[in-house]
C-alpha cells in the first residue's frame, strides 16, 4: 500500500442504493404533481441535481426555504425507510468490511466524502457500524458549506492530515471522479455500479475499476 490515505464516496460506492432514491423521489413527484418520474425526467432532472433544484423542477418553480426543507427531508426519510424495507440489499459493497479492515491493518487513515446530508450519514454510521473503522467526526457531508465535491475531497483531505496528491478517492459517478481529479487526487478507484467500465478507464486519474472490494482483497492489490 503506497497510499498515505483513502477518502471513499459512499452512495454507489460503499452502498448501492440508486434505486431507493428513485423510488423515495418518485413517492414526491406523486405528492406534488400526482405522477410519477419518466425515464427521460430521471436522466435529465434527478441523476446528480441537488435536493432543492429537483424540488423546484418538480413544482415547477422557484420555492420558498420552508418548502425545500420540508420535501428534501421528507424526501429522505422516504429513502431511509426503502432502504431498511428492502432487507437483501441493506449491506455494504461486498468486501467493504474487509477492506476496511485492511486499512485499518496497515495504519492507513480513510475516511467518507458523501453529498448525503446528516440524517442519512448518522443513518449509515448507525446502520452499517462505520464507527468500528472510522471516526464518524470526520466524514465529510452536506452541511450547506461546501460549494462542491471537490471542496469536500479537500476537507477530507485536510480531516486526515494527508495530501490528495499522495490519497486514493474510491468513486462511481462521472462527476465525482471529475472532482476528485480536480481536487488533485491521481489514484482514483472506480466502483462499476453503473456499468460503464469502458468509459472510467479512460478518464484522468482513474487506475482501476472494480465491480466489489473482494477483487482488492483477492488480488492482494490493497489501493
Not at 449509515?124 to 452541511?143: A, E, G, M, N
Not at 488533485?184 to 466502483?191: A, K
Request: hydrophobic share 35%; charged share 25%; aromatic share 12%.
Amino acid at each position: 500500500m503506497k497510499t498515505k490515505g483513502v477518502i471513499f464516496d459512499f452512495n454507489g460506492t460503499l452502498f448501492f442504493d440508486n434505486d431507493k432514491h428513485i423510488l423515495a423521489w418518485g413517492k414526491i413527484s406523486q405528492i406534488i404533481r400526482h405522477k410519477g418520474i419518466s425515464e427521460e425526467e430521471l436522466h435529465e432532472h434527478f441523476n446528480g441535481v441537488p435536493n432543492n433544484k429537483i424540488i423546484a423542477y418538480l413544482f415547477q418553480k422557484a420555492c420558498d426555504e420552508k418548502t425545500l426543507a420540508y420535501y428534501s427531508q421528507l424526501k429522505e426519510s422516504y429513502y431511509r425507510q426503502y432502504c431498511q424495507e428492502d432487507t437483501a440489499s441493506f449491506h455494504l459493497v461486498a468486501g467493504a468490511e474487509a477492506y476496511f479492515d485492511c486499512l485499518k491493518h496497515a495504519n492507513i487513515p480513510f475516511t467518507i466524502a458523501s453529498a448525503s446530508i446528516k440524517e442519512n450519514v448518522d443513518f449509515f454510521v448507525s446502520s452499517f457500524h462505520l464507527d468500528q473503522w472510522l471516526d464518524p467526526h470526520k466524514i465529510v457531508y452536506d452541511d450547506g458549506s461546501y460549494e462542491n465535491k471537490i471542496a469536500m475531497f479537500k476537507k477530507a483531505a485536510q480531516r486526515l492530515d494527508i495530501d490528495l496528491q499522495e490519497s486514493t478517492i474510491f468513486e462511481d459517478s462521472l462527476s465525482g471522479i471529475e472532482s476528485a481529479y480536480q481536487a488533485g487526487c491521481r489514484n482514483i478507484i472506480v466502483v462499476n455500479s453503473a456499468d460503464k467500465k469502458e468509459i472510467y478507464q479512460k478518464l484522468p486519474g482513474v487506475t482501476k475499476v472494480i465491480d466489489t472490494f473482494e477483487e482488492l482483497i483477492d488480488n492482494h492489490e490493497k489501493v
